[in-house]
T-cell receptor, first 116, second 114 residues
């Protein structure tokens, strides 16, 4: 069965600290996609990144970076020099290959609180 | 380009009633997916519509149904509401079908069943 685990339920940091959000996934498929979404208090999910299973290159986008390691089935997300605006719930998701379409399997989310 | 819109944003219903939620995708997007978000179960996939046809369905009872119109707008219906149906219902649209397409989410409809 496919599964996404975000072991960190809540993380609190002070502004300018670096923080890493962990994501571990389970799948037997060789082709799959991994995603990170941000959910601010307004409720809508904001897309951050999509990575396919054949691309293990790390990615950096401004203060955000992602580390994908197939050997450990992990897709971790690091925010460098965190800011108060980064406070949100962050979800890691895996494409559901039992469904032919666009269905995603989400982790339970990690609530990040950044204080000034 | 306007984002995904969902109406209404908030809804309060009584057990046993039925409810219809609406989702307007981004212009040009033909795929619409629905998700239920609850504190206990988290985010769970309900169903996906593409070109007016239901392509995929999650593990939810038949009380949950939906449809998609020719303009790609989608509605989901929940009949015989139960207290456990209280949740944030999120709609997402994408330009194609499949995980290689980016999904854009709307702000959600918060349904409270009393």
């Amino acid at each position: 069965a496919q599964k996404v685990t975000q072991a960190q339920t809540e993380i609190s940091v002070v502004e300018k600290e670096d923080v890493t959000l962990d994501c571990v996934y389970e799948t037997r498929d060789t082709t799959y996609y991994l995603f990170w979404y941000k959910q601010p208090p307004s409720g809508e999910l904001v897309f951050l990144i999509r990575r396919n299973s054949f691309d293990e290159q790390n990615e950096i986008s401004g203060r955000y970076s992602w580390n994908f390691q197939k050997s450990t089935s992990s897709f971790n997300f690091t925010i460098t020099a965190s800011q108060v605006v980064d406070s949100a719930v962050y979800f890691c998701a895996l494409s559901d290959t039992n469904q032919a379409g666009t269905a995603l399997i989400f982790g339970k989310g990690t609530t990040l609180s950044v204080s000034s | 380009k306007a984002g995904v819109t969902q109406t209404p944003r908030y809804l309060i219903k009584t057990r046993g009633q039925q409810v219809t939620l609406s989702c307007s995708p981004i212009s040009g997007h033909r795929s619409v997916s629905w998700y239920q978000q609850t504190p206990g179960q988290g985010l769970q996939f309900l169903f996906e519509y593409f070109s007016e046809t239901q392509r995929n369905k999650g593990n939810f009872p038949g009380r949950f149904s939906g449809r998609q119109f020719s303009n790609s707008r989608s509605e989901m219906n929940v009949s015989t509401l139960e207290l456990g149906d209280s949740a944030l219902y999120l709609c997402a649209s994408s330009s194609g079908q499949g995980a290689s397409y980016e999904q854009y989410f709307g702000p959600g409809t918060r349904l409270t069943v009393t």
